[in-house]
């Protein structure tokens, strides 16, 4: 396998070529947890895996409870299916709480007089409520309970972390909370060891050829967890070597044969960029500035067959959509008229 081959059946994993999947549930699912840093965008990267979509299908989707918006895995926002919330936020959970908790020190919050409050939020959301953080804000405020917004923010995070609450239904484009217990409710529970094994078996299906770095960094989990995990999924992954690195891939895969090149227009945070830690096959290091910034800000990247070549950026006129292309130096026409049809595609998405 060459570094080519490597990026084609990654496209391929990461439905990013032709695929029979139809539904956003079935994406996330797939993908086990695709990043949803800022929640307009992040849509698209649900959108770019599916053929006929629009932002809407992703919306509904969400507050269908089919797809649930939440802080997993790394403390950051990811959308997950429902039916695998639970298991993965029992394997988030110890490596988060003490993320969290160092936020708090940083804030000069006091944790201890945070959480007798999530009781309260409970109360505020059960029977099924929604509420927006400032609805709910404005609800603790009337019970005397006074937080300026980053201890409300950080309370809500704690609630979360929790299992308290999760992201709910969106109220236009603003984002609400609801209980987990209510919005979706446990299947059964499965052991920590099983858990360990969906989510590597999850990852390398969706996200290989990958290494044990690449899921280290996506997981959240220690390099202990990641090895054992790995270990139970060795019969079912085939492995390869590449520039002296041990990738893993499925033993079973069928990518179809192409002869056209993959122009895509990506998410910022998209799972292509963000869910490997070497980074370094898909950006050139004259251009890695371009597309993350020092504080970890991922760009909307162009991606021609795996390897990115500019940014993209949307701006509504009239309330129309519009795609401007920014590539990395001379592009030849033939080139950019590639991603044309991709360009109409992620504008018919947000009309």
Same mark, same amino acid.
């Given at each position: 396998m060459n570094h080519d081959e490597l990026l084609y059946i990654r496209l391929y994993n990461q439905l990013l070529t032709l695929h029979e999947l139809k539904e956003p549930r079935e994406v996330v699912a797939r993908m086990g947890a695709i990043q949803s840093q800022a929640l307009d965008m992040a849509k698209w990267a649900i959108g770019s895996r599916l053929q006929g979509h629009t932002a809407k299908s992703i919306t509904d989707a969400l507050n269908r409870g089919e797809v649930i918006r939440t802080h997993i895995l790394r403390p950051t926002w990811h959308f997950v299916a429902a039916e695998d919330l639970w298991w993965m936020y029992s394997l988030s959970y110890p490596r988060l709480k003490p993320v969290y908790r160092s936020y708090a020190k940083m804030l000069g919050a006091d944790e201890s007089l945070l959480y007798p409050h999530i009781p309260l939020i409970e109360v505020l959301l059960s029977g099924g409520r929604h509420l927006t953080k400032q609805e709910i804000g404005n609800a603790l405020a009337e019970r005397k309970v006074i937080l300026d917004d980053n201890h409300l923010s950080l309370l809500l995070s704690f609630a979360e972390l929790e299992g308290i609450i999760v992201n709910g239904e969106l109220d236009g484009n603003r984002q609400t909370f609801t209980l987990m217990?209510?919005?979706?409710?446990?299947?059964?529970?499965?052991?920590?060891?099983?858990?360990?094994?969906?989510?590597?078996?999850?990852? @390398?299906?969706?996200?290989?050829?990958?290494?044990?770095?690449? @899921?280290?960094?996506?997981?959240?989990?220690?390099?202990?967890?990641?090895?054992?995990?790995?270990?139970?999924?060795?019969?079912? @992954?085939?492995?390869?070597?590449?520039?002296?690195?041990?990738?893993?891939?499925?033993?079973d895969i069928r990518t179809p044969s192409s002869n056209q090149d993959s122009a895509l227009l990506l998410a910022p945070f998209d799972e292509f960029v963000v869910s490997y830690k070497d980074r370094s096959g898909i950006i050139e290091e004259t251009h890695y500035s371009k597309v993350i910034t020092r504080n970890g800000i991922f760009s909307p990247t162009i991606m021609l067959n795996g390897t990115t070549i500019g940014s993209w950026k949307k701006s509504m006129k009239k309330n129309v959509p519009r795609i401007t292309l920014t590539f990395f130096g001379n592009v030849p026409k033939n080139t950019i008229r590639l991603f044309q049809p991709e360009v109409a595609r992620l504008e018919q998405f947000y009309a």
């Open positions: 217990e209510e919005w979706v409710p446990r299947i059964r529970d499965i052991s920590r060891e099983e858990a360990l094994e969906r989510l590597a078996r999850r990852y @390398f299906t969706s996200h290989g050829p990958a290494t044990l770095q690449d @899921f280290n960094w996506w997981s959240g989990l220690s390099v202990t967890e990641c090895r054992q995990a790995m270990e139970m999924i060795r019969p079912h @992954f085939i492995r390869e070597t590449v520039n002296e690195k041990e990738y893993w891939m499925p033993d």
